[in-house]
């Protein structure tokens, strides 16, 4: 009988909750600031995280997930035994640890090959970051209760991954200003003048689609692009940082427009913040025209 498992790291912003309800192994990352490195989720949450960010006057680094570090989690999940391993990776262009986790899978049936033809590895590149695959994620784990088969579930995930787009603002271009998301002389322009940028993430990048004056213009502007683009009826997501208000401003802006509510919220960890910074709000949904 099948016995599938979910892994994923700590860029998807899975909720801790959710993590412990639906049995998702959550690998996290470590962050260096300054001389010192910490654990996500273990040496601190989000909120104190954004305190440490504001804090810090160096650009905090994030480690990738490496080959050792997946050969023992594989070698663990297969010891529980678990027949299938469906693991989904922050974006293979903006860190190594999809190539990682492929290479480890390698190495893994290359020690036990044994386990060939009783333990399947299924590596998904999630081409984006949050919950773009937070979301099929949290979906994967109740397809797995309802005995939907792995190779659906991987494709399930695998096409909502390749669908998905995130309209997200940043509030403050401070953090993507030390971090070199945007060169020095355009952020400092650009606080002078009061823009926000909407940020487009999807298929690996992350662009910047339009730009508004003032905080006002952020929720509207979102909501003008997101219901112009969603599939119709289709669940979407709101993904925020430090500011509840906007979370919540823009959830009852969706729901008014759209017809119903977003089913799930993503609030940033570390991996995402320290480039864009605490400040965003944006939402998630599968596009008709990626």
């Known amino acids: 009988m099948a016995k599938i498992k979910l ?23 470590k962050v260096t600031i300054g001389d010192k490195t910490y ?38 999940i297969y010891d529980e035994g678990y027949t299938d391993l469906i693991n989904v990776t922050i974006n293979s262009k903006g860190s190594a640890t999809y190539d990682n986790a492929v290479m480890a899978a390698r190495n893994f049936f290359e020690n036990y090959p044994e386990a060939k033809g009783r333990f399947n590895i299924y590596n998904i590149d999630s081409e984006g970051y949050t919950g773009t695959y937070g979301y099929p994620l949290i979906q994967a784990a109740g397809k797995i ?52 940028p909407i940020m487009r993430i999807h298929d690996h990048e992350i662009k910047t689609h339009t730009k508004v004056r003032g905080d006002k213009a952020v929720i509207p502007k979102i909501l003008d692009l997101v219901s112009g683009e969603i599939i119709p009826k289709t669940p979407y997501c709101i993904v925020y940082g430090s500011d ?32 864009a910074g605490p400040a965003v709000v944006g939402a998630i949904f599968k596009s008709a025209k990626p």
Do not use: W
Request: charged content about 25%.
């Open 244 to 275: 509840e208000k906007a979370r919540d401003e823009l959830a009852a802006a969706l729901t008014k427009k759209l017809g119903y509510p977003p089913t799930e919220f993503f609030q940033i960890g570390a991996v995402i913040s320290i480039n």
């Open 39 to 76: 654990t996500s989720g273990v040496d601190f949450d989000n909120k104190k995280f954004y305190e440490m960010l504001d804090a810090c006057d160096s650009v905090p680094v994030h480690s990738q997930i490496t080959v050792f570090d997946y050969e023992e989690i594989f070698k663990e």
């Open 145 to 196: 209760k309802k005995g939907v088969p792995a190779k659906e579930i991987v494709a399930y995930i695998t096409d909502y991954v390749k669908n998905c787009v995130i309209y997200f603002a940043m509030y403050t271009l401070k953090y993507a200003r030390k971090s070199g998301r945007i060169p020095s002389a355009a952020a400092f322009v650009g606080e002078v003048m009061g823009l926000r």
């Open 7 to 29: 892994l994923t790291d700590a860029a998807s912003d899975i909720s801790p909750e959710y993590e412990k309800e639906l049995g998702i192994k959550v690998i996290p990352f």
